[in-house]
């Protein structure tokens, strides 16, 4: 089939509280409320859609009205959903996120279904529809760390993805050392910021330039590092180059990281390289906190 990028993992309901006062526990403020389509895979799909590309997502989502609605709305934006595992016994999970003024608050990610399927989200890319053992898939596939520390780590050993042109994003700093077995994939890039970075590296990093160039040290083919309005990194073995995000007013925080990561996929897809990609992906990103870019 025809996609230009996998979209490997979360899936799910993202339901936000934003307020634009400081808040401490314990807090009741006035503020919006919203419910959209979200989860690292999808939001780093709807991404691509939005820059010119055809994603494809694997992923599980319940039999359920949430599930049916969930694929109906990815579908709508032009996201193809036929290859996603849709289980009988599991309900779509979902996601809930305070933001104040600051960023980000609390957060709690309900993606144990997700975690349930296991490998049963992978079937396509051994079954013929994506590739097989004989011929793996070696596309782009960007990969979430919103799976299962057990699948993720036979993903690092396993057929499915290695061939493929790997691209790998946490979720949360709570699931980065989830990636760990990933560093020692032939053809991994890591998308992280300046905490799951540290994380990784079970050290606290200088900035983004140093935790990039350790983290290739570590195993990554390449590694992009962001660290909010600070200066941004990307390095592999032969160079490290940086990048200052352009300044804005903050009206939300969730999903800017995975604007981030579809960002720089697609420059590179369009022919981008080095400085420039990096750049790319830090104006989406920036755009995307700033309110400007579309969800």
Known sequence: METSVLCIGSVLWDTIGRT??????????PGRITRDPGGVALNVAMGLVRLGLSPAL????????????????????GINC??????????TDRYMAIEG????????????????????????LLDGRLGGEDAPYTGCAALDGNLSEDLLTAIAKGPWLAAADLRVAPASPGKALRLLPLLRHPKATFYVNLEEAGLLLGETPADSAAAAQALVVRGAARALV????????????????????PEVTVARVTGA??????AHIAAELRGLTGRATLDAALVAAAAFVAGDDPE
């Open 20 to 29: 634009a006062r400081p808040l401490a526990i314990g807090n009741d403020v």
């Open 257 to 262: 990281g995975d604007s981030f990561m579809a």
């Open 226 to 245: 962001t660290d909010g309005p600070r200066p941004a990194a990307m390095a592999d073995a032969e160079l490290c180059v940086t990048a200052t995000p």
């Open 82 to 91: 036929d290859m996603v595992y849709v289980s009988d016994d599991l309900p």
């Open 101 to 124: 003024a600051g960023g980000l608050v609390a957060a709690i990610a309900d993606a144990h279904s997700l975690e349930a399927a296991g490998d049963k989200i992978l079937a396509p």
């Open 58 to 77: 694997l992923s599980a989502v319940g039999r359920d009205m949430d599930g049916d609605a969930i694929l109906a709305a990815a579908r709508s934006r």
